[in-house]
């Protein structure tokens, strides 16, 4: 448990803060975005076999997930890669999708300097498990990174 003064440094310390984001917005940002991706007629397949009928846990930690990367809580403890990296439907190509529904769903839900911190958040998150996968499968990616496409 963390003390009032950690929270506070950790609170202070968040790049989130900067630009008013708050749980609320985190919130309505995660469930907006996987509620799109859902309906996705190639992302929303591969999530529904993944998660099946998981959806409000996967929402809450996602949520909590989003809350330590920008409001640095502290809340997420994970292992996204080793979860992603078994989910064999989870093919490079599909990173560009999910950064393109997260972008324009971040576009749609908060002001321009908000958007952009989740964007510059989520693709350092995509090219992270993007590598991470291809090293876990041995595969040899193109040299050409997310951000760039």
């Known amino acids: 448990m963390s ?13 989130g803060a900067a630009v008013a984001i708050d749980e ?3 919130g309505r940002v995660v469930r907006e975005f996987y509620r799109r991706v859902r309906r996705d007629p190639v992302l929303g ?3 529904e076999d993944a998660i099946g009928d998981g959806w ?10 989003w809350s330590s ?6 809340r997420y403890s994970g292992r996204p890669m080793q979860v992603h990296a078994r ?16 972008e324009a769903t971040v576009v749609d839900l908060c002001t321009p300097a908000q958007a952009a ?3 510059e958040k989520a693709q350092r998150i995509a090219e992270s498990l993007r590598l991470g ?12 990174p997310l951000a760039a496409g």
């Open 133 to 144: 996968i291809a090293f876990h499968r041995k595969l040899m990616l193109p040299r050409t």
């Open 117 to 119: 911190l989740f964007r």
């Open 69 to 74: 990367v920008l409001l640095m809580t502290g």
């Open 24 to 26: 609320v917005l985190i």
């Open 87 to 102: 989910i064999d439907a989870i093919e490079d190509d599909l990173f560009r999708s999910w950064l393109g529904l997260f």
């Open 45 to 47: 397949p591969i999530f």
């Open 3 to 15: 003390t009032p003064e950690q929270q506070e440094r950790r609170a202070a310390l968040a790049p």
């Open 56 to 65: 409000d846990a996967h929402l809450a930690k996602l949520v909590d997930f």
